[in-house]
């Protein structure tokens, strides 16, 4: 069978393929277009494997916020310590490549005046040639430039019904308490952001399409929501260009987290002063019982051992004379008990009854 290839068959890293010497025989031209796709896909699916397998750069923006027209700002691509080509993306399009040694873990691309031209959003990658591959692209980052001549919005501070139009102040608020924030700029303002001190991007942002305002409102503030608050808006059609910051104001929430175990210390503590009250309450009606009892018992006896009362007799305090002992005058002191079913006090001490009873004698008849 005659030789159908001959030469040699390169892999340029630019035109993914290039077939520099090709020498075909009348007798094989048949077999040119299927090798060609079979060579094509499998160093498709070499690049892809690679790709896979390569760690994903990232991209870092220097300052990270506050760049105005004419600053210098530097994007800084970090990936792998590898020789390789980093490549800068610029709203999707290639604008700059470097060459880094693997000395390095970073490659920087510096602009020394930016323009609005400079503005967008920018991502990274690399390439390697030995062994070959080419990584992902890097997140996104946004490069706003800040525009001096659009004038910063307008504030106002709000919360529990309090509207404070008072700038560069101090706000105590409590625990739980709802915030509003409210920017305006009704000739410029499109976008507007919500920034806090410490913080590269903006917290909030809100697309008002009913004019040039938009009001924040943090819920339910915590202690970690204390900070210095600011605003600012991007310009009718500049997605990328934005005002200076507006006034700020600082929030502070003073009163103290809540710990985990307050709501049952609380219930606990509820508990035990309820039944503190019930025992009190009890201790009090039964010495309100005690003292009418013996009020009643004291009454009792001193009806007993009234001058004016009348002695109730009983069998006990009958006197039976013998009939035979008729001899003599006999005067004999006897005790009338009467019965009580309460002990008496000692404050009222009742003296015995005295009966007296007459004897006398008779003649026989």
């Known amino acids: 069978m005659p030789l159908c290839l001959q030469g040699e068959v390169r892999v340029d890293l630019q035109t993914l393929l290039v077939l520099t010497a090709v020498s075909l025989s009348p007798s094989c031209s048949c077999l040119m277009a299927p090798m060609a796709v079979a060579l094509i896909l499998g160093w498709w699916l070499v690049a892809a494997s690679r790709a896979q397998q390569l760690p994903r750069p990232s991209l870092s923006l220097h300052p990270s916020q506050g760049v105005s027209l004419g600053d210098t700002v530097t994007l800084r691509c970090h990936l792998p310590r590898l020789a390789a080509w980093v490549w800068l993306y610029h709203d999707g399009g290639r604008t700059h490549n470097k060459y880094k040694d693997k000395e390095l873990d970073a490659v920087e691309f510096s602009f020394m005046a930016t323009s609005w031209a ?7 990658q690399y390439h390697l040639s030995d062994p070959l591959g080419t990584s992902e692209k890097s997140d996104p980052v946004e490069l706003v430039l800040t525009d001096a ?12 019904g309090h509207v404070m139009t008072t700038i560069n102040i101090s706000i105590h608020v409590g625990r739980g308490s709802n915030v509003t924030i409210c920017c305006w700029n009704w000739d410029y303002g499109s976008a507007f952001l919500l920034h806090k001190g410490g913080h590269s991007a903006p917290v909030q942002r809100q697309d008002p399409s009913g004019g040039g305002m938009a009001t924040f409102t943090l819920f339910g503030v915590t ?5 210095t608050y600011s605003c600012s808006y991007r310009p009718w059609g500049y997605p990328f260009v934005s005002s200076s910051l507006g006034d700020s104001v600082t929030l502070e929430v003073t009163s ?3 710990h985990p175990d307050a709501n049952g210390e609380s219930r606990g503590s509820l ?3 309820v039944a503190g009250g019930c025992a009190t309450a009890l201790t009090f009606i039964l010495i309100l019982i005690i003292f009418f009892l013996l009020a009643a018992c004291r ?3 001193q009806r007993t051992t009234s001058p004016g009362e009348p002695l109730k007799s009983s069998k006990a305090n009958e006197l039976q004379v013998p009939p035979a002992d008729n001899e003599g005058l006999t005067y004999t002191e006897l005790q009338a008990v009467t019965p009580s079913f309460c002990r008496p006090g000692p404050s009222a001490v009742p003296q ?3 009966i007296y009873a007459q004897l006398g004698f ?3 008849h």
Not at 118 to 124: D, K, L, P, S, V
Not at 152 to 159: G, K, L, R
């Open 149 to 160: 001549r659009y004038p910063p919005p307008s504030v106002s501070f709000s919360f529990e």
């Open 271 to 273: 508990v035990v002063a």
């Open 256 to 258: 103290p987290p809540t």
């Open 299 to 301: 009454g009792r006896i």
């Open 118 to 124: 400079h503005a967008g959003t920018y991502r990274c």
């Open 362 to 364: 008779g003649e026989p």
């Open 352 to 354: 015995p009854p005295v």
């Open 223 to 227: 202690p970690a929501d204390t900070g």
